[in-house]
């Protein structure tokens, strides 16, 4: 079965500091990848999303993240962190089994502080 | 604007009661989704639909159903089966054609609480 693991419920940086959020993916077939942004109270907006073109996928926000199928990860990381950056952040996998592709398997998600 | 609207933002139950939530999108997209989202838990698929007057069950079915009966509105009933409702629940819905490469879409949510 597919999976996602977010490793870190919490990260903290410091304004203008790298941020790496990792994410971590269970797949017997080749995955497409996705990372989400939630603010409060709100939705989900994508940030990015892997298709198994580029490894590293360029997203909004200055945020991008590379595909490595030997570590079966795909971390996501921003190299100068602001404090709009703060938010929570959910890595999500397609879901590839027959009668369900499509659906999104999200990991439980990274909250992300950002200190001045 | 297209989009997806989910109404209402805030809800208050009483226990033992139904209660719906409205998702409407205009983006004409085929595929819908119900998702509950729990502090710590990510989020959790309800039901989903890939076509109209078709839906099934996701990993957290009991205690909710839904209906299909326009492309453009997927609304969920939370039953008085529900042993837990209180939650922030979310909508969203995808492309139909190659729905693994597309990107779902996400309502603003509402906050159920139950009271």
């Known amino acids: 079965a597919q999976s996602v693991t977010q490793l870190g419920s919490h990260v903290s940086v410091s304004e203008g500091a790298l941020v790496l959020l990792r994410c971590n993916y269970s797949?017997?077939?080749?995955?497409?990848l996705f990372w989400y942004v939630q603010y409060p109270n709100q939705g989900l907006q994508l940030l990015l999303k892997y298709t198994s073109a580029a490894t590293l996928v360029k997203g909004i926000n200055g945020f991008e993240a590379e595909f490595k199928k030997s570590e079966t990860s795909f971390h996501l990381t921003k190299p100068s962190a602001h404090m709009s950056d703060a938010a929570e952040y959910f890595c999500?996998?397609?879901?590839?089994?027959?009668?369900?592709?499509?659906?999104?398997?999200f990991g439980k998600g990274t909250k992300l502080s950002v200190k001045p | 604007d297209g989009g997806i609207t989910q109404s209402p933002k805030y809800l208050f139950r009483k226990e033992g009661q139904n209660v719906t939530l409205s998702c409407e999108q205009n983006l004409n997209h085929d595929a819908m989704y119900w998702y509950r989202q729990d502090p710590g838990q990510g989020l959790r698929l309800i039901y989903y639909s890939q076509i109209v007057n078709d839906f099934q069950k996701g990993d957290i079915a009991e205690g909710y159903s839904v209906s299909r009966e326009k492309k453009e509105s997927f609304p969920l009933t939370v039953t008085s089966a529900q042993k837990n409702p209180t939650a922030f629940y979310l909508c969203?819905?995808?492309?139909?054609?190659?729905?693994?490469?597309?990107?779902?879409?996400f309502g603003q949510g509402t906050r159920l609480t139950v009271v």
């Open positions: 999500a996998v397609s879901d590839n089994r027959g009668g369900s592709q499509g659906n999104l398997i």
């Open positions: 797949s017997s077939v080749p995955p497409y």
């Open positions: 969203a819905s995808k492309e139909g054609n190659s729905p693994g490469l597309t990107e779902a879409f």
